[in-house]
């Protein structure tokens, strides 16, 4: 005999959890994006919600690690050939090399579509269809799952190393990272004042004006990078507002080709032709990302007086 107690796994509609689709599920998913990271083996950092093109919105947007766009779609209810067609809107009008498409089921045309997006576009593109679960045991807090159910056939990924990622919230490179950014702040201390400190993470953010612009020193698996963007949230386009007046002159001082605001309040950035994953390029990166940070926060800076 055993004294061990076993409750039973019940799966519960998407709406027990989250009444409405753009103000709950959406924020949620915005908030959570890691739960999506884990399931495509790909960290995702978010950049906008709601993001207008034309007369539609497109639900989520985010970036890779190499600078490219991810455009998610969510849904509570079973898919429809509305979505489906907004998500080909979205894709063309943001340019977004990635779609991933959430759903609590999807119909077999709709799988059908995903599969033949991933079989006929060029390389650089994937598709992926994700199933949204909420389970729970007996009165036990609700537990979110997303399962993989389409995704490109080339699309390598350890599930077992996804597992223990989830159970961690480590990956086989978050040591390394930890070490970078250490390595960092041992080369140029100064910078910690600044924002930039020791994490499992791949950006470091430099806040200016209370937040509207962020500049960010990133690394990813073959380039690193610094870009600026808007604040969060409702404030994506502050940075655009304010530093438009400025674009030339930062144009000229900071030797940036192009000066286009994007949907996600991103405005322009560099990137730098090594990886993080290799230790001997780490003090190419640190001083290259360093030097450009400074001369951004001077440039930019100077750029917020000026609009006073």
């Given at each position: 005999?055993?004294?061990?107690?076993?409750?039973?796994?019940?799966?519960?509609?998407?709406?027990?959890?989250?009444?409405?689709?753009?103000?709950?599920?959406?924020?949620?998913?915005?908030?959570?994006?890691?739960?999506?990271?884990?399931?495509?083996?790909?960290?995702?950092?978010?950049?906008?919600?709601?993001?207008?093109?034309?007369?539609?919105?497109?639900?989520?947007?985010?970036?890779?690690?190499?600078?490219?766009?991810?455009?998610?779609?969510?849904?509570?209810?079973?898919?429809?050939?509305?979505?489906?067609?907004?998500?080909?809107?979205?894709?063309?009008?943001?340019?977004?090399?990635?779609?991933?498409?959430?759903?609590?089921?999807?119909?077999?045309?709709h799988l059908s579509a995903i599969r033949w997006l991933n079989e006929h576009t060029s390389d650089g593109f994937s598709f992926f269809?994700?199933?949204?679960?909420?389970?729970?045991?007996?009165?036990?807090?609700?537990?979110?799952?997303?399962?993989?159910?389409?995704?490109?056939?080339?699309?390598?990924?350890?599930?077992?190393?996804?597992?223990?990622?989830?159970?961690?919230?480590?990956?086989?490179?978050?040591?390394?990272?930890?070490?970078?950014?250490?390595?960092?702040?041992?080369?140029?201390?100064?910078?910690?004042?600044?924002?930039?400190?020791?994490?499992?993470?791949?950006?470091?953010?430099?806040?200016?004006?209370?937040?509207?612009?962020?500049?960010?020193?990133?690394?990813?698996?073959?380039?690193?990078?610094?870009?600026?963007?808007?604040?969060?949230?409702?404030?994506?386009?502050?940075?655009?507002?304010?530093?438009?007046?400025?674009?030339?002159?930062?144009?000229?001082?900071?030797?940036?080709?192009?000066?286009?605001?994007?949907?996600?309040?991103?405005?322009?950035?560099?990137?730098?032709?090594?990886?993080?994953?290799?230790?001997?390029?780490?003090?190419?990166?640190?001083?290259?990302?360093?030097?450009?940070?400074?001369?951004?926060?001077?440039?930019?800076?100077?750029?917020?007086?000026a609009e006073q």
């Amino acid at each position: 005999m055993t004294d061990i107690k076993f409750g039973r796994l019940e799966d519960l509609h998407l709406r027990e959890a989250w009444k409405h689709e753009a103000l709950q599920f959406t924020p949620w998913l915005a908030e959570n994006i890691e739960h999506l990271s884990e399931a495509i083996g790909v960290q995702l950092e978010l950049t906008g919600t709601e993001v207008a093109v034309e007369t539609f919105s497109a639900d989520i947007l985010a970036r890779d690690l190499d600078g490219n766009v991810v455009l998610i779609e969510n849904q509570l209810e079973q898919t429809d050939h509305t979505h489906l067609g907004q998500i080909m809107t979205y894709l063309a009008g943001l340019e977004a090399q990635t779609v991933i498409w959430i759903a609590p089921a999807f119909r077999e045309p709709h799988l059908s579509a995903i599969r033949w997006l991933n079989e006929h576009t060029s390389d650089g593109f994937s598709f992926f269809a994700i199933k949204a679960r909420v389970v729970r045991i007996g009165d036990s807090p609700y537990a979110p799952i997303f399962e993989v159910i389409e995704k490109p056939s080339a699309w390598e990924r350890s599930l077992t190393q996804t597992r223990k990622n989830a159970e961690t919230g480590k990956d086989a490179f978050s040591d390394v990272r930890t070490a970078f950014w250490t390595r960092y702040l041992e080369r140029h201390p100064e910078a910690e004042a600044e924002g930039i400190k020791v994490q499992r993470g791949w950006n470091g953010y430099t806040r200016l004006a209370d937040g509207d612009v962020l500049i960010s020193v990133w690394i990813g698996e073959r380039t690193a990078g610094i870009y600026v963007r808007g604040g969060w949230g409702e404030r994506k386009h502050a940075a655009a507002d304010r530093l438009g007046p400025q674009a030339d002159t930062l144009a000229r001082k900071l030797s940036f080709e192009t000066y286009n605001p994007e949907p996600n309040g991103h405005l322009f950035g560099e990137r730098f032709p090594k990886s993080y994953q290799d230790e001997s390029n780490w003090p190419g990166i640190i001083d290259w990302m360093e030097e450009r940070r400074k001369l951004y926060v001077a440039a930019i800076s100077e750029a917020l007086e000026a609009e006073q």
